[in-house]
Structure formats: structure tokens, C-alpha cells
């Protein structure tokens, strides 16, 4: 079979690529059905671009002891911690909600857009967000944040909000 | 059909080949070929069926694997059009690639001993101004927060009081023995476009009409 013909296999690489925004409903049926067989499922985000996740049971084990935050994943929680704290004159425990779909839309530019589920898995492992369906918010380690890295990064607010535009 | 791939698997196996594509796709490191899913014929036969479904192959890396993109849909993704990186972004990982592995092993650096790490001086010494320190150090992070290349200090090596130098990274080891070559090609027609390996090498190319090796 030649992978290039098949209309799903080539949409899951463009999602995996991270340029799957406009997809013909036939074939993105095809792609669904393919990625929940894998136990997977596709997510459209808040700018209608279309990513991917592993289901409830599914995905990766974490090892604790090698898993650390890595530069793509320290970019997936600053991105999180932007939307879920607008305003550095507010506290930023405990912010406000925003949705997984939100975070995959800004996250979507990354080159590491592809591995974005598997960081917010980790991070909501490490108690740094937490997720309630797709609901996402800050998770009770960022509550613990001592006050000179919280006055530090309102000092950077600029930054953190750099990152959504 | 792509939908009933795994449905034929017990449920236990069928986690297991499942398992082990989530590490494959989502890990930083490649897997032991040891792994019961790539070792077990069957089963490594059903994690590669998953992965074409999504457009992805295995990887051979000796005594591991990984994933990557199957190379005639990376041609497709290439061919769209859509850019991964920035112009610069490429210009500085082309830079990191050809002082880190391509240099060293012109000079006879052992295989083992690659890449040797380098650092944000070496990289601006080029002699296009436009690769200026102040434009490479953020491509640097921003490639490194793309997993394409790595810190040294960040794969445990004590730099404390020292410049950050910096290696490919893990996504390279998903390249497939075609996308490798491609990018020896591209190396040596760029470096030496008048050398004698280059034009044979541009014969070659002229001959097979690939447009994705040119």
C-alpha cells in the first residue's frame, strides 16, 4: 500500500506534522476511524486546526525518574500558564480555566506541536496542571511557586503572553 | 482494513503493541530492540502496521528503534509546502549539523566520538552576516524547545561556568536511511558544489529524476 494514497495515513502525518487545518470530512472520517483503532482520537482546537491524542488508558508509562521537564515540555506549561493567568495583577494561583482545545490552538505553531498531548500527560502527572474533561487549569505545584518566581515571572508577563500571538 | 488491524490481537497483546507506539511516537529516547513488542515477530509486525496507518515507519538503530515519517508521505508533507522551521531556524541547525558531525568526521574524528559539541562562537563564525550571535542564540532555544538539538547540560554533562554548546538532537535518529542520505547529498553539494563527488553526485541525481534528492 502506498502510504501517500491513503487519505487517513496522510492526514494522521499532517496532524502529527502539525498542518492538518482543513480536512474534507470523508477523510478525516477515514483518519478518526483509523486513529481510534490505535487508541487514539483527533481533537479540533480553538482555531479549527486539528491535532491529536492517545484515549484514556492509552499512551505512554511515565518514568519519573528520567522524565524532566524538557525544554519542549517547560514551553507547553508557560503556554498553559498564559492562558490560565491573563493578568500578572491577579494571583496566579488558582488563574482561570481555559480548555485543552485553547492550548493546542497555540501550542499548534510549535514544531513540537506533534508531542503536546504527551506533554500535558506529563505535566498533569507531575501535579503542574490539572485536567476535568478538557478543562484545563493549573495543577496544585504551580500553587506552591515561592513568591520571588511568581514576582519574576509577572515581572516577564510580556513574554508569557508573547506566546499566544 | 486499517480499522480491524489490531482487532484480530488478545486484548493484553494488543496494549502491549499499543504501548509500545506511544513510546516509540512520544518518547525522548528509542527503544531496546529487546522490547517484547519489536522482538515478538507478530507483534513487531502489528506496530508497524499501526504505524503506516498514521504515515509513520520504524526505524532501525541497530540494537533500538524508532519512528519517523515514511518517506514517501514526508515527500508529500515536504512538497506542500509548509515550512517546519524558519529560513534561519534551518540555517542554524544546518550550522549545528556540519560543525558538530560533517567537519569532525572530514577531519578524521572517530564515529564514536560524534558529534562533538559546539558552541554559539563557532556557530557565528560563518561569513554571512546575517547569522549574527543575537540571531542564532534564539534559534538555538527555539530549536532545542523543538527537541531538534540538544544542550550538552541538558544530557548531564557539567558546563557550570562555561558557554552552553549544543549536539543534534533526538528527532535526527528518526530520519530514515533515505532522509539520511539526503541530507549527506545536500552536505556535499553545498560544502563542495564544484567537487568531484559533487558532480557525480548531481550525475546521479540527474539521472534517477528525484526531485526530493536534488
Not at chain 1, 524538557?70 to 493578568?87: E, H, Q, S
Not at chain 1, 500578572?88 to 482545545?101: C, E, V
Not at chain 2, 528518526?174 to 558544489?193: F, G, I, Y
Request: include cysteine; proline fraction near 7%; glycine fraction near 6%.
Amino acid at each position: 500500500m502506498n502510504n501517500a494514497s491513503a487519505p487517513g495515513a496522510l492526514l494522521l502525518a499532517r496532524v502529527r506534522f502539525g498542518h492538518a487545518a482543513v480536512a474534507l470530512a470523508g477523510e478525516r472520517a477515514a483518519a478518526a476511524r483509523i486513529a481510534a483503532a490505535c487508541g487514539r482520537e483527533l481533537v479540533t482546537t480553538t482555531n479549527g486546526r486539528v491535532t491529536m491524542r492517545w484515549t484514556e488508558g492509552h499512551g505512554m508509562v511515565p518514568d519519573e525518574a528520567t522524565d524532566a521537564l524538557t525544554p519542549p515540555r517547560l514551553r507547553v506549561l508557560a503556554i498553559a500558564v498564559a492562558l490560565c493567568w491573563p493578568r500578572p495583577t491577579q494571583a496566579l494561583w488558582p488563574g482561570q480555566p481555559t480548555s485543552l482545545a485553547a492550548l493546542h490552538a497555540h501550542c499548534y505553531r510549535d514544531a513540537a506541536a506533534a508531542r503536546t498531548s504527551y506533554h500535558v500527560d506529563r505535566l498533569v502527572r507531575e501535579g503542574l496542571l490539572e485536567l476535568d474533561g478538557t478543562t484545563l487549569r493549573l495543577g496544585p505545584r504551580v500553587a506552591g511557586w515561592d513568591g520571588p518566581s511568581v514576582a519574576a515571572l509577572a515581572a516577564n508577563h510580556d513574554q508569557l503572553r508573547a506566546l499566544l500571538q | 482494513m486499517t480499522e480491524s488491524l489490531l482487532s484480530n490481537l488478545p486484548a493484553r497483546q494488543r496494549d502491549r503493541v499499543l504501548l509500545c507506539v506511544a513510546e516509540l511516537e512520544d518518547g525522548d529516547a528509542p527503544l531496546p530492540a529487546s522490547v517484547a513488542a519489536l522482538a515478538d515477530p507478530v507483534l513487531h509486525g502489528h506496530v508497524e502496521a499501526v504505524l503506516r496507518a498514521h504515515g509513520r515507519c520504524l526505524v532501525d538503530l541497530g540494537n533500538a528503534w524508532t519512528s519517523g515519517y515514511a518517506d514517501e508521505v514526508a515527500d508529500e508533507l515536504v512538497q506542500s509546502g509548509h515550512a517546519y522551521l524558519t529560513e534561519v531556524d534551518r540555517a542554524v541547525l544546518a550550522l549545528v549539523y556540519l560543525h558538530a558531525i560533517v567537519i569532525p568526521r572530514s577531519e578524521g574524528v572517530r564515529e564514536q566520538n560524534l558529534p562533538v559539541p559546539v558552541g554559539v562562537e563557532a556557530l557565528a563564525s560563518n561569513r554571512d552576516r546575517r547569522l549574527s550571535k543575537e540571531t542564532i542564540k534564539p534559534a538555538l532555544t527555539r530549536l532545542r524547545e523543538a527537541d531538534i538539538i540538544r544542550a550538552q547540560h541538558e544530557l548531564g554533562v557539567n558546563q557550570r561556568g562555561r558557554p552552553s554548546t549544543y549536539v543534534p538532537g533526538p528527532q535526527f535518529q528518526r530520519l530514515t536511511p533515505l532522509r539520511h542520505r539526503c541530507v549527506w547529498e545536500q552536505t556535499v553539494l553545498t560544502a563542495d558544489p564544484d567537487g568531484p563527488l559533487a558532480v557525480r553526485l548531481r550525475r546521479e541525481l540527474d539521472a534517477h529524476e528525484d526531485p526530493t534528492r536534488r
